[in-house]
């Protein structure tokens, strides 16, 4: 069966390492000694009490989560996020928010913002189709704002803060959906950090958000239950049912990086070898592909890229699946390829992608 697997570059839901699958399909038909699959379970019993709290002392281990902050797993992916802050930060305060748009998961979430409060774009890279990312002094940044928000990489334009992008004195709030645990980070900066699973932890179902204490005393009055944080973390993450088996994938893959890969320091030397890998073929390519990102912006996680012309990019994708090499178009706005490495995306990928942009450059020039 495992023989039948490629090498699948999709930006998410993405790759999964391999003994996460085969550890899921061990226990799929009965956990072990509980004799159900985690599936079938309830929510508040003893055993998926024991992956909940395993799952919360794995990130919060290998993220170097401090005391004074409370992790939530929330459904409704990133998305939800994008509404869920505004209305329960933003709503009611007469404040605004600060948004700065690195990409179009950034500017999915000022859309959102918008809905619910003032919002001011401290910084918009659209003129350059987000090619690059801003320093403080480049941020028109409000004087006292609810909070200021981030995107730490976006995933299709495939530009990353090179470090924790802490800005301003406002509230500092991360969507890391797209590098979470890529990289240790100092999480004393943020104050609420959330990703969906299902790039780098796991699979899609569930949402890990993390905020500190204070931001809970803020909350607005009145919200629907299910999109209030308060409500919810006063429950535990219990309020209604969670997405028991993607919590359960996200336990396994947090095993897997802090057994496996040796935590998230040497996962991100790691993931900077595998990058290492294909932007030095853009580079020496003498103009062949062409990178989006500017390269003191570039992403350790989705590496994207041009070819001459879009004739010679759908050969270079259709070209591909022959060396078991998948999923590799770019987004339709920047277009082009996107290589999305994950975590769990092996050397072994990466280093068969290389040889084959440089021997499809030479044949294709
Ligand atoms: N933010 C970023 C950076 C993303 O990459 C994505 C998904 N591609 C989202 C938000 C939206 O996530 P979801 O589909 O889980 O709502």
Request: aromatic share 8%; net charge neutral; proline share 5%.
């Amino acid at each position: 069966m495992t023989t039948d697997r490629v090498f699948n570059f999709s930006p998410g839901p993405a790759i999964l390492p391999l003994s996460v699958l085969e550890h899921a399909q061990k226990e799929l038909l009965a956990l072990p000694g509980i004799g159900m699959s985690v599936m079938e379970i309830g929510h508040r019993t003893k055993p998926f009490d024991a992956i909940m709290t395993e799952t919360r002392q794995l990130l919060t281990e290998l993220l170097g989560i401090p005391a004074g902050y409370t992790l939530l797993f929330l459904q409704g992916g990133a998305s939800l996020q994008f509404s869920m802050l505004p209305m329960n930060f933003l709503r009611g305060t007469g404040k605004t928010a600060d948004y700065i748009l690195t990409g179009t998961w950034g500017t999915k979430g000022k859309e959102e913002a918008e809905k619910e409060g003032k919002v001011n774009v401290a910084w918009d890279g659209k003129a350059d189709n987000y090619s690059y990312l801003p320093t403080e002094s480049d941020l028109k940044l409000s004087s006292d704002a609810a909070y200021v928000h981030v995107t730490s990489n976006e995933t299709i334009q495939g530009v990353q803060f090179q470090s924790d992008p802490k800005f301003g004195s406002a509230p500092l709030v991360c969507d890391a959906s797209s590098d979470f645990m890529c990289r240790p980070l100092d999480f004393a900066k943020y104050d609420i950090l959330y990703a969906c699973a299902q790039k780098n932890a796991g699979i899609a179902g569930v949402t890990v958000v993390i905020l500190k204490n204070e931001m809970l005393e803020r909350c607005a009055k009145g919200l629907p239950s299910t999109l209030d944080y308060k409500l919810i973390a006063k429950n535990d993450s219990l309020y209604n049912t969670p997405p028991v088996f993607a919590i359960y994938m996200l336990m396994l893959v947090c095993r897997w990086l802090k057994n496996d890969m040796g935590g998230l320091a040497k996962m991100e030397a790691h993931n900077r070898k595998k990058a290492q890998l294909l932007y030095d073929v853009i580079d020496r390519s003498e103009g062949f592909y062409r990178g989006h990102a500017r390269p003191d912006c570039r992403s350790l996680m989705n590496v994207t890229f041009r070819l001459p012309n879009e004739e010679v990019e759908g050969k270079f994708v259709s070209e591909a699946k022959t060396h078991k090499l998948v999923d590799l178009k770019g987004h339709r706005s920047v277009g082009g390829i996107r290589a999305s490495i994950y975590n769990a995306m092996p050397i072994e990928g990466v280093e068969t992608l290389a040889q084959y942009m440089t021997d499809f450059a030479k044949k294709n020039r």
